[in-house]
Nanobody
């Protein structure tokens, strides 16, 4: 069982940056690949990016490439999403998710555990 709690969201102007954190409970955090997803009003949940359980492999959606960076600190049971050059279309509720395998999946059905989500709003 893994419990996930996101933090760091908020309101930012276009072009600004935010860093989301996701803190995980449990002793086996390093056994989970982690993903970040987002969901805007009226839209389906979409993959933003993810990181393997070792942290050696990352994967990003095209919309995130070059602007977002995912990292993790297994000693701190945490994963991070650094978001730069934010755009109004990045406005959404952001979720972190965990799956008990080494590799990342872009499909939200493949994740077993989810955080409660955190709002990110980018103003124009």
């Amino acid at each position: 069982q893994v419990q996930l709690v996101e933090s760091g969201g908020g309101l930012v102007q276009a072009g600004g940056s935010l860093r989301l954190s996701c803190a995980a409970s449990g002793r086996t955090f390093s056994s989970y690949a982690m993903g970040w997803f987002r969901q805007a009003p009226g839209k389906e949940r979409e993959f933003v990016g993810g990181i393997s359980w070792s942290g050696t492999s990352t994967s990003y959606a095209d919309s995130a490439k070059g602007r977002f960076t995912i990292s993790r600190d297994n000693s701190a049971n945490s994963v991070y999403l650094q978001m730069n050059s934010l755009k109004p279309e990045d406005t959404a509720v952001y979720y972190c998710a965990a799956r008990p395998v080494s590799w990342v999946s872009a499909n939200h059905y493949d994740y077993n555990y989810w955080g409660q989500g955190i709002q990110v709003t980018v103003s124009s």
